[in-house]
């Protein structure tokens, strides 16, 4: 599933992204599945906070019984797999997580822009009054630079805006 925040929608915050894949985990581990979260970049420290929060939820217990009537094993989180990521917080969002700093490739903007095709600077304002995350480069330079051109093109035609409350604000 794509993250809520990975929209044009400004106001989608980092507990919406956390809230959303934690429905959808619970949602399989009510039906007595087991779990393996599979989340990229941003969606690690997403998925790592929503695992915790399904975890220490008391609506399993009720649904830990109804599987044991229905001779089903309980269903748990399993497995989490971190894929283009350095670390794993959980309960913090991610510029929080990364000491307060935004890194050296974003810039926060007013625009839902995904990317520029050259390097550009901040325009000095606070960035808590930036209502969307871009990358300072070409998002083809930095995340497609290993595909055939227009492959890369593809890709990055795919991207989606991303929201700066979900990256900076919350826990």
Same mark, same amino acid.
């Given at each position: 599933m794509a993250l809520r925040s990975a929209s044009p929608n400004p106001n989608i915050t980092f507990l919406d992204d956390v +809230? %959303?894949?934690?429905?959808? $985990?619970?949602?399989?581990? +009510?039906?007595?599945?087991?779990? *393996?979260? *599979? %989340?990229?970049?941003? !969606?690690? *420290?997403?998925?790592?906070?929503? $695992?915790?929060?399904?975890?220490? %939820? +008391? &609506?399993?217990? &009720?649904?830990?019984?109804?599987c044991a009537v229905e001779g089903a094993k309980i269903g748990h989180v399993i497995? =989490?797999? %971190?894929? #283009?990521? #350095? =670390?794993?917080? &959980?309960?913090?969002? =991610?510029?929080?997580?990364? !000491? #307060?700093?935004?890194?050296?490739?974003?810039?926060?903007?007013?625009?839902?822009? *995904?990317?520029?095709?050259?390097?550009?600077?901040?325009?000095g304002e606070n960035t808590t009054t930036k209502k969307f995350v871009t990358i300072r480069v070409s998002a083809r330079d930095a995340f497609y630079h290993d595909l055939p051109v227009e492959e890369g093109k593809e890709w990055v035609e795919r991207l989606a805006p991303q929201g700066a409350a979900t990256v900076a604000q919350g826990g």
């Open positions: +809230n %959303a894949v934690r429905d959808v $985990i619970r949602g399989e581990v +009510n039906q007595c599945c087991d779990v *393996v979260v *599979v %989340a990229h970049s941003l !969606g690690t *420290v997403v998925g790592a906070s929503a $695992i915790k929060a399904t975890s220490s %939820a +008391n &609506s399993h217990e &009720s649904e830990a019984e109804k497995g =989490f797999v %971190a894929v #283009g990521t #350095g =670390f794993l917080p &959980s309960g913090v969002c =991610f510029l929080r997580a990364l !000491g #307060g700093t935004p890194p050296p490739l974003w810039r926060f903007s007013s625009e839902p822009l *995904v990317s520029t095709d050259e390097d550009v600077e901040d325009d």
